[in-house]
Every structure is written in structure tokens, then in C-alpha cells.
């Protein structure tokens, strides 16, 4: 099994998330890649990858059989799919927690079977398991089991096209290493939609001040002054 870059694992990634969670939006331009590969949810890390960069995964995907280019009569832009499922021999199940490792690092089981299920469903953390298993008992690995961090109980799971793609990984490997927190990958989104809300309800209140403003009943004139004498 040949191994992957960082680039690379991040686009095809994003193939394999868009094809299952946006098919109308997919096979990917050039330029939805680049955006799919640096947009803030769902990510870990979050990159900046220009055009080049991309491109030249891509090229680097199309070497080692794991995505073509496509060109549709509808369109002028030159797209590009993966056949990853085809190339790895593995089922849509297994290829989208595959997926979820690559764009997001270890996880564990149940993170693994929430966030995936978003691309395909997964009813149960015991089909998770049953699918990291059949992963983890191939001729060549996609995917190793990492011991649990110290703090924690919880096993983590990783995926080997690029074993030294995420931090955690390397310090799993080093006995007596302790893995580098990591940041809460929702964090953004969440406060992003928090910013968005509270902006909403500045609106909606300035609008019922202008309401109440409107509706108020005016001072009444003062009274005239009595003739003088």
C-alpha cells in the first residue's frame, strides 16, 4: 500500500465527504476542493491550501489510483472523483470512517460512529467496531488502535495512509509521551452560530424599540398660559 501526504489524504478526504454528503454538488471543481480542504468544520487541522496545493495532491491521487478526472458535458470546469472504495477494496461504510479519520485524527469509537454517520449511516457503536476490526485485521492495516492517552479510558483510533498525519499518532508511538491536547474541532462552528444568534436578537430588539417608539403616546402640549389682566 503505498502511502499518502498530508495533501493528499486532506482532498481525498474532502472527495469522499462531498460525494456522500453533497452528490449534487459532486464530482469537485479545483476550486470547491480548495474550499472543501480549508473550510473550518469538520477539519483537524484547519489548513490554507492554495490552488497549487491542491492541484498537486490531485495529480499525486491520480498516480496512485485513487481519483480521476472528469469532464462533464454540462460543464466546462475540469472536476475530479475518487475511486477510492474501488482502490482500497473496502465497503461505503468502512471508506467514510476511513474519511472521518483523515479529515479529523484519532477518534474513538463513538465519536467516530456520530460524526461519520453524517455521510452514512452507522446504527450502532458495535457495527463501528465490527468495521474498525475488519480495518485493523487486513494483509496491510488502514487502521491501528492507539492506547489510551494518560487522563483518559477511552481507545483512539487511527488511520495508517499517512500514520504521521496527525500529532496524536507520533505520540502514540512514543512509549511514555503524552498526545498534545487537541482542540475541540466543533469550537468554531459553535461559536460562529452563537455570534450569529446573538446578532439576530440585537436586531430583533432594535425593532421593537422602533416599534414601541412609534406607538407611544406623545407629550400632550402644555396648557396656555391664563390671560393676563
Do not use: W
Not at 130 to 149: I, Y
Amino acid at each position: 500500500m503505498e502511502m499518502l501526504t498530508a495533501d493528499e489524504c486532506r482532498v481525498l478526504g474532502v472527495l469522499i465527504e462531498k460525494a456522500q454528503t453533497t452528490p449534487g454538488q459532486y464530482p469537485l471543481s479545483l476550486n470547491a476542493l480548495v474550499n472543501g480542504a480549508n473550510q473550518r468544520s469538520n477539519r483537524l487541522p484547519v489548513t490554507n491550501l492554495n490552488e497549487s496545493a491542491v492541484l498537486v495532491a490531485v495529480d499525486g491521487l491520480r498516480a496512485k489510483g485513487m481519483v480521476r478526472e472528469v469532464m462533464l458535458s454540462s460543464s466546462r470546469v475540469t472536476k475530479y472523483r475518487h475511486v477510492a472504495r474501488e482502490a482500497l477494496e473496502v465497503s461505503t461504510s468502512e471508506l467514510v470512517v476511513l474519511a472521518e479519520l483523515l479529515l479529523r485524527g484519532p477518534q474513538t469509537v463513538g465519536e467516530l460512529r456520530g460524526r461519520a454517520s453524517r455521510m452514512h449511516s452507522l446504527e450502532s457503536i458495535e457495527i463501528v467496531s465490527n468495521l474498525l476490526g475488519k480495518l485493523m485485521e487486513r494483509q496491510e492495516p488502514l487502521v491501528q488502535r492507539l492506547a489510551p492517552t494518560p487522563g483518559t479510558r477511552s481507545e483512539k483510533f487511527a488511520q495508517l495512509l499517512c500514520p504521521d498525519l496527525h500529532p496524536e499518532d507520533a505520540a502514540a508511538d512514543q512509549p511514555g509521551v503524552a498526545a498534545a491536547p487537541q482542540a475541540d474541532p466543533d469550537l468554531a462552528p459553535r461559536i460562529e452560530r452563537l455570534e450569529t444568534e446573538v446578532a439576530d436578537l440585537r436586531k430583533a430588539i432594535q425593532r421593537i424599540e422602533a416599534v414601541l417608539a412609534e406607538t407611544a403616546p406623545q407629550d400632550s402640549e402644555p396648557p396656555a398660559a391664563p390671560p393676563a389682566d
